[in-house]
């Protein structure tokens, strides 16, 4: 008996949602197929890769990722080497030095990170705050402000303060609202729910559903992402249909298998090596689950992806 | 030895004595001073608010009172230590759930349809309304020099001879009152009598011209109030009513906290006597003496309780029910009698307990099922009891489901910082200007009560109308400003229903964002669990042809608001029915009528439990139902 493809078709799809100015752009989403199913539609735009730079400059990152590095003193001078790395669609600046239970550092003096990064480089940005609710509420709106023009994506709001950053980065400055929710259908939902009926247009919305490095429990942010994309597509389900970007390497670079030194885990192999292997498996997983962006930090990583995206697309 | 005096808002005060380091909780509770303290006195709930008048505490700070309240002498009890002679003020919030108990010599027309309806229902159903006690006269030849037959040997054989009996029982109550009773009328008496085939027992004995009435007490033992009523066994009249808050709650809110606190060493006599003796004897008492009936005449009792009240009433370690596999001692039993537990009636009573399902689907659902008469029907029923537990029964006259769910104590004001029982003062229906934002409200008591807290049928309407107002947001949130509204320094919303000059106590009445979290995670744990039961089934809310809604959460739900805060599924209004207190009731039907307490025998053994903990789509349908209506709103199309 022959084979008879069957494709599987939706009445609906996932929005498109652009950032970035001028002719430098990228698009996140836009597809009504579930990831990778090029047999069953052609894809609009494939995922998208972005690169990881923080305020903090290079302090903690991985040897590798130093070297690439290299010369670079400025945080402008970092960015627009990030901005240049083979396979990167934008460029991802986290502001952690911000955290009230770390640095500590003033909003202005992020800011003024914020300026230099987005002086230096044309591509499209990603601003994502420093994790901590109350000061996000203060600073991501000054950063929106900051940006104006760029139409930047702001990461992230959450439930307990998607008031303020919702309101100035979504209405008052007009970038692109990352909600952020902890790997769970419903609250992502909820939180899209409540970020519009503030007003926001819902296709100004990108979702961070929450993640996990690959392993034990990484399991629930496989099953979230695949049933948001179902509801989305198979019920139609306009407040699941913002395309999700996942931040990668904030969560794989803190696990013990890129931690690790070699002295302490000889058998392990490579320190490096294991902190690019798991932020490439978590991505592709991402990725396979329905991620429409992720945010890496290793340039191996950054190629690797970007030309398993291109493969498959 | 230091002086604790415990001073009530009413004037009145209460005077013990303490040891240094003594816990003023402990205290109070030794005293009998209620003071609520849902989370068991560890500093959790913020609910043992006293003030300190004169004297000195150790006491530590907690989140629940502000600096300033701190200055005003306001305390935690559970958190304060005794470390000098002190008095200190039990505001009447605090005291507010140990209502005074109600007794009503004739219950109000209403209450009295109840069980009328209830009574006719079941006999509809071809269920008689017979029970095995009865009055019965005998007339005995008088002992002579020539029939020299003892007074019990003399009642047995009249007895047996009358009824064509193997066996009469004649119990030492009787003996002791028998050859008064025989001579001073003539040998013609009155027997209160049990028969069954070939047995007799007989209870009681008076004197031919007596009027006997054959006493029965029906009683709803709730985890926060117990009502009761008083029947004549005859007739199914009711004679008597009466309510009072279980006095248990000194030892927790919950079930969990009260088997907690039965484990410690003599709590299982405490929680026993502080449910018979200091409830239930009292309850008695006062109903007996407002209709001047002899406590020794009630021959019979039903109580229909959770697993976990009828285990403490019955004086049965409870400790298995908490723990998996959660395994209840029983389920039915019969060989419980009033001076067994010490229950001050006829001390010979038999005591009928509701049967339970399962370790958290007790007696007091198998009776309401009763009540509801879902099982007589081919249409789809679904009966929901709305409690502690949130518990749920749904079928037809072919099969029912039940399963219970852990709602919390919200629904009868519990976890709600001004949340109260549906007594005197508690805002009952409430409805909010969506412009000015300024509130209307009904209060329980007499015209102009004032208002003190908020029962749960008050709660539902309060959310409801701040929803329908965009005063909150679908997460409970306060979106808008007003006068109404404020924000504590954590920038916690609250909406003020009551300023302090309007309210009857010392505190303004406000329903904060806390509350209104608990209050969604109450009503998302009933609305899930319902999806999950009919989802389980293959069935989707529009099968239901009707809902039937019991509980204690206040006089009347106000249906439109309890579905548009997403808390019943979104029907036709006409489908629901508020059926009052299903499980006292039920209790009255069993203790009148031996059938029908075989029917709950069976329906228990017929009833499918499900466990809702080892569903695993639970959680995602209650993280769901955690938002008003519901994330998914097609599930509620008539709110806009």
């Known amino acids: ?18 950032i970035g100015s001028g002719d430098k752009t990228v698009t996140f989403g836009g597809d009504s197929t579930f990831p990778f199913y090029t047999f069953d539609a ?97 600073l991501l709106p000054k950063v929106a402000e900051a940006l104006q023009g760029r139409n930047a994506l702001i990461l992230s709001e959450k439930e307990e303060n998607y008031k303020a950053i919702g309101a100035a980065a979504g209405l008052a400055y007009n970038q692109i609202v990352g909600a952020e929710s902890a790997v769970d259908i419903n609250l992502a939902k909820q939180l899209n729910v409540v970020t519009t009926q503030l007003g926001v247009d819902a296709k100004k919305i990108v979702m961070n559903i929450g993640s996990a490095a690959a392993g034990y429990g990484y399991e629930y942010v496989v099953s979230t992402m695949d049933r948001i994309k179902g509801a989305a597509l198979g019920q139609n389900d306009n407040m699941l249909q913002m395309p999700i970007i996942t931040p990668v390497s904030a969560e794989t670079w803190g696990v013990k298998e890129a931690t690790a030194s070699e002295a302490d885990m000889p058998e392990w192999g490579p320190q490096d090596d294991r902190g690019i292997d798991m932020e490439v498996m978590t991505a592709a997983a991402d990725l396979a689950a329905g991620s429409d962006a992720v945010i890496l930090r290793h340039p191996e990583s950054v190629k690797t992806i970007s030309k398993m995206i291109k493969a498959l697309a | 030895m230091f002086k604790v005096t415990f001073a009530f808002e009413d004037g009145s005060v209460v005077e013990t004595y303490a040891n240094e380091g003594d816990n003023l909780l402990e205290i109070a509770r030794e005293a009998n001073v209620a003071i609520d303290a849902p989370c068991s006195g560890n500093g959790a709930c913020g609910k043992c608010r006293v003030q300190l008048k004169s004297g000195e505490l150790d006491t530590k700070k907690t989140l629940h009172i502000s ?22 003020l039990v505001p009447d919030i605090a005291s507010a759930y140990k209502s005074r108990m109600k007794v009503a010599d004739l219950s109000s027309k209403e209450e ?23 009055v019965i006269e005998v007339k005995m030849a008088p002992p002579s020099l020539d029939d020299t037959m003892p007074d019990v040997e003399r009642l047995s054989r009249a007895l047996r001879k009358f009824m064509n009996l193997k066996r009469v029982r004649i119990p030492y109550t009787v003996l002791r009152k028998l050859p008064d009773v025989l001579r001073n009328s003539d040998f013609a008496v009155k027997c209160v009598v049990r028969t069954t085939p070939d047995d007799m027992f007989v209870y009681d004995i008076f004197e031919n011209k007596e009027d006997v009435v054959i006493g029965g007490l029906a009683v709803d033992i709730g985890t926060t109030t117990v009502s009761a009523v008083l029947i004549n066994m005859e007739n199914g009249e009711i004679l008597a009513k009466s309510s009072a808050g279980n006095g248990q709650i000194r030892f927790g809110a919950d079930v969990i906290n009260r088997i907690i606190e039965a484990v410690k060493p003599g709590g299982r006599e405490k929680l026993q006597d502080a449910v018979i003796k200091e409830t239930i004897n009292p309850m008695i008492h006062e109903m007996c003496r407002s209709i001047s009936f002899p406590e020794q005449q009630i021959y019979r009792m039903c109580v229909a309780s959770n697993t976990t009240m009828n285990h403490l009433f019955a004086g049965i370690n409870a400790d298995p029910l908490r723990m998996e596999p959660y395994i209840p001692a029983f389920f039915k039993t019969n060989s419980l009698f009033a001076s067994d537990i010490g229950v001050e009636i006829n001390q010979d009573a038999h005591i009928i307990i509701a049967p339970n399902i399962g370790s958290y689907v007790g007696g007091d659902i198998t009776a309401g099922t009763l009540v509801s008469m879902i099982w007589n029907r081919p249409e789809f029923s679904l009966f929901i009891d709305l409690g502690t537990n949130g518990e749920l029964v749904f079928g037809n006259s072919d099969f029912m489901m039940s399963c219970a769910c852990s709602a919390g104590p919200a629904f009868e004001g519990g976890d709600i910082s001004c949340g109260m029982r549906a007594t005197d003062g508690a805002i009952e229906a409430c409805t909010i200007d969506k412009e000015t934002m300024e509130p209307s409200y009904q209060v329980v008591g007499e015209p102009g009560t004032k208002p003190v807290g908020l029962c749960g049928s008050g709660i539902i309407d309060v959310i409801s109308e701040l929803f329908s107002a965009g005063i909150i947001n679908p997460k409970g949130k306060f979106v808008r400003e007003g006068e109404r509204i404020r924000h504590d320094k954590y920038g916690m919303g609250s909406y003020v229903i009551a300023f302090e000059s309007e309210a009857g106590s010392s505190k303004d009445v406000e329903i904060t964002e806390v509350d209104i979290d608990n209050f969604i995670r109450a009503k998302g744990a009933i609305f899930s669990a319902i999806r999950t039961m009919l989802t389980s089934l293959d069935f989707d809310v529009s099968m239901i042809d009707d809902v039937y809604v019991a509980g204690g959460i206040g006089s009347g739900i106000n249906m439109r608001n309890a579905v548009k805060i997403g808390m019943l599924p979104d029907i036709p209004l006409e489908k629901f029915h508020y059926i009052g207190n299903s499980s006292l009731t039920g ?38 139902a955690c938002f008003i209506p519901h994330t998914d709103s097609s599930l509620f199309p008539s709110v806009e």
């Open chain 1, 1 to 18: 008996m022959p084979f008879n493809q069957k494709p599987q078709k939706f009445n609906a799809k996932i929005n498109s949602v652009t």
């Open chain 1, 42 to 138: 052609p894809s609009e735009n494939c995922a998208k890769v972005g690169v990881e730079i923080s305020d903090m400059g290079l302090e903690g990152m991985s040897e590798g990722v130093k070297a690439y590095y290299d010369g670079a003193s400025t945080i402008g001078e970092i960015a627009k080497k990030a901005a240049a790395m083979e396979g990167a669609d934008f460029v991802a600046l986290i502001l952690e030095g911000g955290d009230p239970n770390g640095e500590n550092k003033p909003i202005e003096d992020l800011i003024a990170v914020v300026k230099e990064v987005a002086e230096a480089v044309d591509c499209p940005l990603v601003v994502e705050g420093c994790k901590n609710v109350e000061k996000d509420a203060e």
């Open chain 2, 67 to 88: 600096d300033e309240e701190f200055q005003d002498g306001w305390r935690l009890a559970c958190m304060s230590k005794i470390i000098a002679d002190v008095k200190v």
């Open chain 2, 112 to 134: 009295i349809a109840i069980f009328e309806n209830a009574k006719r229902e079941i006999q509809l159903a071809g269920i008689d309304l017979r029970n095995s006690l009865d």
């Open chain 2, 587 to 624: 209790a009255y039907l069993m203790l009148l009528s031996t059938p029908a307490e075989k029917k709950t025998y069976e329906l228990a053994a017929n009833m499918t439990y499900m466990e809702l903990s080892t569903v695993p789509s639970y959680m995602d349908e209650f993280v769901g």
